[in-house]
């Protein structure tokens, strides 16, 4: 039976559109990904909330990176990015939702998107929003090291939908020099980025500036 092709409708260089990408090729599926604006009418033929991405596969349209990952995983990984065991699972879910509710929140807002309108937009650095961040950011990291030096990974002893969603959001911060910075004295931290950047599906899925850090 053929392969299905994951269809991706999203923003090219996402930390979002490359989670799901990168789930994609932990399933060994084909994807594609055609830039669609949050606010575009498309888009909100898709998601009612006006986020990106969502995707289409196996004739569904799905929106919200967990459901559309856990779904891509179940159906096409048999689960593999998911512990069977419950109290691992729960761990696995409880960092999912610091990435997305802690981690992201506060390294988009506060240091990445400032750094992405000064270099593509060409708009004044606002060093002061990135200055009032960088605290919240760095106790964020601290949280996030102090995890690594428990277990090798995020839910446990094996690598899990957690450590895509951890990575994929703390590598652009890795990549400013704010955040080079703060990972840098973290050395587990660093080490652990290190190490799970070399796994073949985030290999596959740098953006093409990741070269370059």
Not at 9 to 18: A, E
Not at 49 to 55: A, D, E, I, N, S
Not at 78 to 85: F, I, S, T
Not at 91 to 108: C, G, H, K, Q, T
């Amino acid at each position: 039976m053929a392969r299905p092709t994951l269809q991706i409708h999203g923003t090219i260089m996402s930390t979002y559109s490359r989670i799901v990408q990168t789930v994609a090729e932990e399933a060994g599926i084909s994807w594609t990904i055609t830039a669609t604006p949050a606010g575009s009418a498309e888009n909100r033929r898709r998601h009612p909330f006006r986020k990106v991405p969502t995707v289409e596969i196996d004739g569904l349209n799905l929106y919200e990176s967990v459901a559309i990952c856990q779904y891509i995983d179940n159906a096409h990984n048999g689960g593999a990015l998911q512990p069977d065991d419950h109290a691992t699972r729960a761990e696995m879910d409880r960092w999912i939702s610091v990435a997305n509710n802690y981690l992201f929140p506060a390294a988009e807002h506060g240091l990445l998107m400032p750094r992405l309108a000064h270099r593509f937009l060409k708009t004044p650095l606002r060093s002061d929003i990135i200055e009032a961040a960088l605290p919240e950011i760095a106790e964020h990291l601290g949280i996030v090291c102090q995890r690594i030096e428990e277990a090798p990974y995020f839910s446990g002893a094996d690598f899990s939908l957690a450590d895509i969603f951890v990575y994929c959001i703390l590598r652009p911060v890795q990549m400013t020099s704010e955040g080079d910075h703060l990972i840098g004295q973290l050395l587990p931290l660093r080490h652990w980025l290190n190490k799970i950047g070399k796994r073949p599906s985030l290999v596959a899925t740098r953006w093409e500036t990741e070269g370059k850090h």
